[in-house]
């Protein structure tokens, strides 16, 4: 069973933090890897992919994958109380190209 | 603008009932996916379609089927609606033909559907 793991939280920061969210993924062999944002009773949206080994800068976000150790995080630097939401890790598998999510970490951006 | 929309946006039935949700996209993309979404478990795949005349298997299809007879349509159905049924259901596209890894997902805005 493919599997992507996230802490369910949910993680508080006071306003201007950096908030950081943790994904571990089961198959070595994946390719890609997102990262998409959920507010509450709305739907998924992207924020960013990633698939070299690194970081990936983009505004405030930055994400970072570590395929040796099966590890992909999300940095949101000055977090802002409108980064409050549900965050979704997701990884494309080998040979399907279908993408598996984790179930999510709940933000909380304190003002 | 193209966009992703589905039908109905909430919906209660009974056990039993055949229920068909609705997913249209004016993207023009040739993949469509269908998942469920429980608290705790994320979104689990239901079905998926990489074409017309395309329709494949998730990792959670017992009690659903698809069909796919254009590039803009993939209606849900659940044959025989289960009150384990009872779930938010998202919709959502991407555009590869080959259904590249790197591929975004562009999601609809979800059905909530209760089954008493």
């Known amino acids: 069973q493919k599997e992507v793991e996230q802490n369910s939280g949910p993680l508080s920061v006071p306003e201007g933090a950096i908030a950081s969210l943790n994904c571990t993924y089961s198959?070595?062999?994946?390719?890609?890897f997102f990262w998409y944002r959920q507010y509450s009773g709305k739907s998924p949206e992207l924020i960013m992919f990633i698939y070299s080994n690194g970081d990936k800068e983009d505004g405030r976000f930055t994400a970072q994958l570590n395929k040796a150790s099966q590890y992909v995080s999300l940095l949101i630097r000055d977090s802002q109380p409108s980064d409050s939401a549900t965050y979704l890790c997701a990884v494309s598998l080998t040979g399907g190209f279908k993408t598996i999510f984790g179930a999510g970490t709940r933000l909380f951006v304190k003002a | 603008d193209a966009e992703i929309t589905q039908s109905p946006r909430h919906k209660i039935t009974e056990t039993g009932r055949q229920v068909t949700l609705a997913c249209h996209q004016t993207?023009?993309?040739?993949?469509m996916f269908w998942y469920r979404q429980d608290l705790g478990h994320g979104l689990r795949l239901i079905h998926y379609s990489y074409g017309v005349q395309d329709t494949n298997k998730g990792e959670v299809s017992d009690g659903y089927s698809v069909s796919r007879s254009n590039t803009e349509d993939l209606p849900l159905t659940l044959e025989s609606a289960a009150s384990s049924q009872t779930s938010v259901y998202f919709c959502?596209?991407?555009?590869?033909?080959?259904?590249?890894?790197?591929?975004?997902?562009?999601f609809g805005p979800g059905t909530r559907l209760t089954v008493l």
């Open positions: 993207w023009n993309h040739n993949n």
């Open positions: 959502a596209s991407s555009e590869s033909p080959s259904g590249r890894s790197t591929d975004t997902q562009y």
């Open positions: 198959d070595r062999g994946s390719q890609s």
